[in-house]
């Protein structure tokens, strides 16, 4: 598309480090997209530092903010991103966010990343988990779930490729005509699933990219894959495959540069020096050079 982009970006905001807004924001502006960035909690840092301090925002002083763009005809969007979401408050707030935005824009695309969790472990209150499922999914354009958050949706457990696309179908079924689960662990490899619905008559095209795990726990790996996912589909609307080879891409140089100055680093090896070197890599954001294809099923 020529027309650029305008995100609303609804996600955490971290003084330092790289995660929620500060992993989409960047990249997003990189691609060409004005980006509108709302901070559903300001931190000190990420959560998988030993301590954290700071604010978050409740469903009401949300919808303010969008009282304060609105009277002011400022609530023109082509996209919706939401990732990590606290409270049942702030999340029933986004589902009005949505119905206000697409009043403007009935053609906006909402792209939902359903933080709930990952490798069995939620780390939201159980009782998003239902609201995400019945009332936010089936909003989406785009749903990009890990293994475990795929499972939580649908209710059925992910254990083989077949387990995946069957999620997926499920998943389009409940609204979202695009669906990605971000990381499937279940050989040595790292698996990508996509799966796009074109028209309710056929079959979803579905398609898996494979990529060598990388031994390390990186943060906010998956809020970069949503925004890059929803910048690379602007682009290429109706090829899934390519969006998700160029997101692949580039976030597979992002780490390999982030392992490369952690390995260099001569300190004691800290969680600091796992955060994402974005600013770092912004020339492989621009123009990703892909490496892991992606195979048709
Ligand atoms: P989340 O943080 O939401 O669970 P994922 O774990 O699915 O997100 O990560 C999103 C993307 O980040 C994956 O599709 C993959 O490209 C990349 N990624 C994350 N961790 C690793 C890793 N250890 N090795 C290789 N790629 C990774
Ligand atoms: N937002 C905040 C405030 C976090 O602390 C974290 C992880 O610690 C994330 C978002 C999510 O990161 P990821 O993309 O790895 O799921
Ligand atoms: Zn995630």
């Known amino acids: 598309s020529s027309e650029s982009g305008r995100v609303l970006s609804i996600q955490s905001h971290t003084v330092q480090g790289y995660v929620g807004n500060k992993s989409a924001v960047f990249p997003l502006q990189l691609l060409g997209f004005d980006v509108d ?20 925002l409740d469903g009401e002083q949300l919808w303010s903010l969008i009282e304060g763009l609105e009277a002011n005809n400022l609530l023109f969007y082509t996209h919706l991103l939401t ?13 009005e966010v949505v119905h206000k ?10 792209v939902c990343d359903p933080v709930m969790g990952d490798e069995g472990k939620l780390y939201i209150k159980p009782e998003l988990v239902p609201l995400y499922k019945d009332k936010v999914v089936p909003l989406a354009s ?19 490729e077949a387990d995946a696309l069957e999620a997926c179908k499920k998943l389009h079924g409940a609204g979202p005509s695009k669906v990605v689960i971000t990381s499937l662990d279940i050989n040595s490899d790292l698996l990508l699933i996509g799966s796009h619905l074109e028209n309710e008559e056929d079959a979803p095209k579905q398609f898996l990219i494979s990529m060598p795990k990388i031994p390390a726990y990186f943060t906010g790996t998956g809020d970069l894959m949503a925004a890059l996912l929803l910048g690379w589909s602007y682009k290429y609307p109706n090829s899934l495959e390519t969006a998700a080879e160029l997101a692949v891409a580039s976030l597979q140089a992002v780490l390999e540069r982030t392992l490369l100055d952690y390995n260099a680093a001569k300190v004691q090896p800290e969680v600091k020096q796992l955060e994402l070197r ?20």
Not at 38 to 47: A, E, K, L
Not at 101 to 110: E, F, G, Q
């Open 101 to 110: 935005l697409r009043s403007v824009n009935p053609n906006l695309l909402y």
């Open 83 to 95: 990732g990590y979401i606290g409270s049942l408050s702030f999340l029933e707030t986004i589902l």
């Open 278 to 297: 974005l600013i770092q890599s912004q020339e492989q954001i621009k123009h990703p050079i892909v490496e892991f294809h992606a195979k048709r099923f």
């Open 142 to 160: 785009m749903l990009t779930p890990n293994q475990f958050e795929a499972e939580l949706l649908t209710g059925c457990s992910i254990h083989s």
């Open 37 to 56: 960035p709302i901070n559903s909690v300001q931190f000190s840092n990420h959560t998988g530092y030993p301590t954290w301090k700071g604010q978050v």
